[in-house]
């Protein structure tokens, strides 16, 4: 069947500071069609759909809708040529209406004599909500009244009916983010009854997912980012999940990069047990052993439970259910602080909102975790902070202009390695990596995972989140597995014998 | 791309003038009412508008920690009120029963210290605890102090001559400076030191700075915030001892007007908003700004009702510098 | 390949009851006010019988609920985006002594009769305007920039009248507050008007909707194409004219122009409006939450008067109830900050 292409994207490419998001994609989106896109974590999709929507412009590349170019300034300009995006995190204000959400920001087209004439916004949302076959949805309800699912199909129905415009058949492209991940099994389902309904009418659907299964059985054709650049695209007839999970991880790096003649057995000293762990609705039946000078990798895609877990295991929050056991002894956190007392302390994902501290110097920053150790009699002095800061300024190659410098105005790799600092400055021996190497340049890449065998080589152990399959597989003695909430798999990660990535990714998705 | 700084010297001098800027400021003021009113700088003048200066000062020291954790507290002046009427009519009634005046003065400060350093405690652990935003926490701790300054005492009190000679140190005097301003002189530097060389102050900056981060870093954020807030009730009861021990009298709405004073002082000094940023010696700085304003506006002959109006410009100016506006990202409520 | 979809679901599931959770406690908070009330009027009639529960005394609550409530509404918008006006006492205490002193009255010889009014209200307005533009263009948190409006316009008052407050001698004015209608008086229908044009704007109105967005998560008004800052210096402006009406029906009320209009007003109406339902947080409640909340804040100031109860205990109370009222209804976890 030819289809008239809608849509197409050439060679983006996106640049943030130094890292390269997208090396040069390529994406084309024909009427009628569903086209899924998956890929890792970072390999992309996300800067993709953003670019397309508008939300961030691209570096170089271009895009072109309906035979036009296509250049977005924001979401509504992007609404305008017929582009709409239900986004991962719901964009619904909960405290109003299904219909006043349906039609925010357009409420002007409804006033009579200074007055919204509710009663047709009414009507016209019916329409809008059986278009997208939900009719059978109350539009004057609250949306905080609705279940999670019913909420996805207002926003469906919402971005469907801001990106129509009057003129006769304009087809829409759709993108969804994520769209299942709220679901269950049944509404999965009817939500894939409403994208073939829209389908069916000439609009085209990408459809962003991690549920290889779920991409699958609704795609007419799949493409596969790996690391910003287009891995292969595939029809449906031609694709199987294990060809999607050859194209999604391809081959692994060098053994160098990990440094891995340096990767040692742990001893067999349990330092960090975790028994039946959870926390309600996040994950649970968490078992995890931590065994002295060793790196456990936990792998997963975003909402898996890992992040939450080291939350857990920081001190950060608190588990609703099971127990956690530090050094043989039974302990329960109440915050970070008490945490470190145990020695355990976490270099966070989000640098900027929980890693720094920007307007302290790099000094200041790097002596947040272990004020005692550099007191005397209660006085901070100043002369250890600053033996401190140039002694690891020096070991771990730290550009900056002076120690006293605001941590802002290094670079975001220097920035990290400040952070690590003060963890390995601190008295912590056992050290959560969440995502230590994000937004981190290659060299400075190698020099964290240089780092990071040699603590644990001095007796310290590591939970590590790896920003890449690659590098948990590479970094980790053992790697742990999980998929919604729940540990899926659990391998020993040998420096002789790496399992492949396609078998841990099997288990993830 | 590397993010280095690449600061011209232009720009350092603007960043040091913005950081020293009340400095210039007290200098302008001076200036500014010899010329409107040569006896400004008369000793006598001087001499009061030093000891002026002894209350505010104390009260300061307490705020500017607040300040940087990016916090505020609007029951300072009431919560100072409480003491002053407290202090007084407690100093009152022990003299009655046990006839020692210095006796009668240490007991009453005593318990009134602790009253006031309990009374930030309370207000520190709602705020923290119970995450109730400062400002609302305050607001209402600013009724409740105020209704008890009225119970404790719903008129003015006089010292009694008998117990007069418990207020005769204040009136000491070293060259044209007063015992009073020097003793909170090296309380705001007492609390100076350990606000930048304990491991507990120097995290209030970090907690201002980034409270997130402060935690994960394994800062005891919430002891240490409710701690400044504790300190802050001890400095309105020893601000409300100052009061009282210069007025020789107490009166229970006497502090309310200090909340603005001491709010100005702080921003004036150059405290930022931010949060994290900060210093109690800017903040002493500040001090001398309000008192300069104030008696000076007093020898000019400027009406009273012109001083509200002058502090709230003197915050709305003073905010409006020093907040970092070329954060993008953060949401200001 | 295994499929842990059996206990997957549990954990969805786990989360759609929390939130299910949620917002059942959600709907049982949103009855708490009315509950408050009913309570208050039940107990306050026990305690004090028919000088309670009279036509008179209702008529009263209604006159002392008028200025409480005119205040509580300006309030009420810009609490709802969030943010937090301290200038009330100020602006109320502002509007009135200048009205005081354009009217016709004992110190000077101005006349200007309703231009007077309108003069003071602008006034207000223009504060409300002024903090508004300096919150969201210099990115000053609203409570300080309201704060140093509160003493700068508190200052204003008293310079307008120099000391000695104005007693309006307009005629017209003075028989203002005997006028009433239905046995209403006036000054309660002048609340009841706005009270009707805040409903108006808050239901009927783009605008209305956009300060729920905005109170919510300004990026998705953003997304829109609203314009946020717009929308919020417009909230204050609203709130200034709100306060500044409020300042000229105390004139009425005293025929004396002075600041102190204005003390004492913030406090009620801060209570009023979180006890209303109304989040700190914004993007929650609403003018209808308001009116519960100011009539139980009324009602208890009228009990707690007829009760005997000391004047300087009163604040006190007011104090423990906000507290009380917004422990109940923030929300806690270790991820929010609150400064």
């Known amino acids: 069947m030819e289809r008239k292409l809608l849509f197409s994207a050439k060679n983006i490419t996106k640049s943030f500071y130094g890292t390269q998001a997208l090396k040069g994609v390529d994406l084309e989106v024909h009427e009628g069609e569903v086209v899924g896109l998956v890929g890792e974590n970072g390999a992309g999709k996300s800067t993709l759909l953003k670019i397309i929507i508008g939300v961030q412009p691209q570096t170089s590349g271009e895009m072109f809708m309906q035979g036009k170019p296509f250049a977005p300034a924001d979401p509504m300009a992007a609404n305008k040529e017929g582009v709409g995006m239900v986004f991962q995190e719901q964009s619904l204000i909960v405290n109003l209406s299904v219909g006043q959400n349906i039609f925010f920001g357009h409420e002007k087209d409804f006033m009579k004599y200074g007055v919204v004439n509710w009663k047709k916004m009414y009507e016209d949302a019916r329409k809008v909500l059986e278009e997208v076959n939900c009719g059978y949805i109350n539009p004057k309800k609250k949306v905080i009244d609705l279940n999670f699912a019913t909420r996805q199909m207002v926003e469906i129905a919402k971005v469907v009916n801001m990106t129509k415009s009057e003129h006769g058949d304009h087809k829409c492209l759709i993108l969804l983010d994520e769209p299942t991940s709220v679901l269950n099994e049944a509404e999965v389902q009817n939500l894939f009854k409403e994208v073939r309904k829209l389908t069916a009418k000439g609009h085209a659907v990408v459809f962003v997912s991690h549920h290889l299964d779920e991409v699958l059985e609704i795609s007419d054709r799949i493409y596969v980012y790996k690391d910003g650049e287009n891995a292969g695209n595939m029809d449906i007839k031609d694709a199987t999940e294990e060809k999607l999970y050859e194209a999604m991880v391809g081959h692994s790096t060098t053994t160098e990069y990990y440094h891995l003649a340096d990767q040692r057995k742990p001893e067999e000293e349990v330092v960090l047990e975790t028994r039946d762990m959870g926390v309600s609705g996040v994950f649970k039946h968490c078992d995890i052993k931590l065994r002295k000078g060793e790196i456990l990798g936990i792998c997963g895609v975003v909402g898996s439970g890992k992040e939450e877990i080291c939350s857990v295991v920081c001190g950060d929050v608190k588990p609703t259910s099971g127990e956690m056991y530090v050094k043989g002894k039974k302990v329960s956190y109440s915050s970070p602080a008490q945490a470190l007392q145990d020695g355990i302390l976490m270099i966070p994902m989000e640098r900027h909102a929980e890693g720094i501290v920007r307007n302290l110097s790099v000094a200041e920053n790097m002596a947040l975790s272990n004020a005692p150790l550099l007191s005397e009699h209660g006085i901070v002095l100043k002369k250890k902070v600053d033996e401190q800061a140039d002694r690891w300024i020096k070991k771990l190659r730290i550009k900056t202009s002076s120690k006293d410098a605001e941590l802002i105005s290094l670079s975001g790799g220097n920035q990290q390695k400040v952070v690590f600092a003060r963890a390995l400055a601190s008295e912590a021996d056992i050290i959560i990596l969440n995502h230590p190497t994000r937004g981190v340049d290659v060299g400075a890449k190698e020099e964290i995972y240089a780092l990071t065998r040699e603590v644990v080589a001095q007796g310290k152990s590591v939970i590590l989140l790896g920003d890449t399959l690659d590098e948990c597989i590479g970094m980790s003695n053992r790697v742990i597995v999980m998929k919604d909430g729940l540990i899926t798999g659990e391998f020993q990660a040998d420096a002789d014998e790496k399992p492949s990535q396609v078998s841990l990714v099997t288990l993830m998705m | 791309m590397d993010k280095t700084s690449t600061v011209s010297k232009k720009g350092v001098w603007k960043k040091r003038l913005m950081q020293n800027y009340s400095i210039l400021v007290v200098i302008l003021m001076l200036i500014i009412f010899t010329i409107l009113n040569p006896n400004f700088l008369n000793s006598s003048n001087v001499v009061n508008l030093l000891s002026d200066s002894a209350p505010l000062m104390v009260l300061a020291a307490g705020m500017t920690p607040i300040l940087i954790l990016g916090s505020i507290d609007l029951s300072l002046g009431s919560l100072c009120s409480a003491a002053n009427v407290m202090i007084l009519v407690m100093m009152r009634k022990v003299f009655e029963v046990t006839g020692n005046t210095y006796g009668s003065f240490f007991i009453s400060l005593i318990v009134t210290l602790a009253a006031g350093t309990l009374a930030g405690v309370l207000l520190g652990v709602i705020h923290v605890k119970l995450k109730v935003p400062s400002f609302i926490a305050s607001l209402a701790f600013m009724s409740v102090w105020s209704s008890a300054a009225l119970i404790i005492s719903s008129s003015s009190v006089k010292l009694p001559k008998a117990l007069k000679v418990t207020s005769d140190w204040y009136k000491i005097q070293i060259g044209p400076i007063g015992l009073p301003l020097i003793l909170a002189v090296l309380f705001i530097l007492g609390y100076h030191f350990l606000l930048t060389r304990t491991a507990f102050g120097r995290s209030i900056f970090a907690i201002g700075g980034n409270e997130r981060t402060a935690r994960i870093a394994g800062i005891k954020v919430d002891r240490y915030k409710i701690i400044v807030f504790a300190i802050n009730g001890f400095c309105a009861a020893l601000g409300a001892m100052f009061l009282m021990v210069k007025a020789q009298s107490a009166a229970p709405t006497v502090g309310d007007s200090f909340t603005l004073m001491t709010i100005s002082a702080v921003v004036a000094g150059g405290t930022s908003l931010v949060g994290g940023a900060g210093s109690l010696l800017k903040s002493i700085v500040g001090v001398f700004i309000i008192s300069i304003i104030k008696n000076g506006m007093n020898i000019v002959g400027v009406n009273a009702y012109w001083q509200k109006i002058v502090y709230g410009l003197i915050i709305l100016v003073a905010v409006a510098i020093s907040i970092d506006r070329t954060s993008r990202s953060r949401v200001v409520k | ?339």
């Open chain 3, 1 to 339: 390949m295994v499929k842990n979809n059996q206990e997957a679901l549990t954990i969805q599931e786990e989360f759609a009851n929390k939130i299910k959770a949620e917002n059942r406690r959600e709907k049982l908070i949103k009855w708490a006010p009315v509950l408050v009330l009913v309570v208050l009027v039940v107990f306050f009639t026990i305690a004090r019988g028919s000088a309670f529960a009279s036509a008179s005394n209702f008529v009263t609550i209604l006159n002392q609920w008028a200025i409480p409530l005119l205040v509580a509404l300006g309030l009420t918008f810009v609490i709802m985006i969030g943010s937090i006006d301290l200038s009330i006492d100020g602006t109320v205490g502002m509007a009135g002594s200048i009205a005081a002193v354009l009217l016709m009255n004992n110190m000077n010889s101005n006349n200007f009769g309703v231009f007077g009014i309108i003069i003071a209200i602008l006034c207000s307005v223009f504060v409300g305007f002024l903090i508004g533009v300096i919150h969201v263009k210099l990115k000053v948190p609203s409570f300080m920039v309201s704060f140093a409006f509160m003493n700068i316009c508190t200052g204003i008052a008293y310079v307008a009248y120099s000391g000695t407050p104005a007693k309006v001698t307009d005629p017209v004015f003075a028989a203002l507050p005997k006028m009433s209608f239905l046995g209403i008086p006036l000054i309660t229908w002048i609340a009841l008007l706005m009270l009707a044009i805040c409903i108006y704007i808050q239901e009927f109105t783009p605008f209305g909707r956009h300060i729920y967005a905005v109170g919510t998560d300004e990026t998705i008004p953003r997304s829109v194409g609203v314009n946020v800052d717009r929308v919020k210096i417009k909230v204050f402006t609203l709130a200034g004219f709100l306060f500044g009406v409020a300042g000229v029906v105390g004139l009425i009320r005293e025929q004396l122009g002075q600041a102190s209009i204005g003390t004492g007003k913030m406090f009620p109406a801060q209570a009023a409006v979180v006890i209303g339902g109304t989040s700190l947080a914004g993007g929650k409640g609403g003018v209808i939450n308001t009116i519960i909340g100011t009539l139980i804040m009324t009602v208890l100031e009228n009990g707690l008067n007829m009760m005997g109860v000391d004047s300087n205990i009163k604040t006190g109370i007011q104090g423990v109830i906000i507290l009380v009222a917004v422990i109940l209804t923030t929300k806690r976890g270790s991820t929010i900050i609150s400064k």
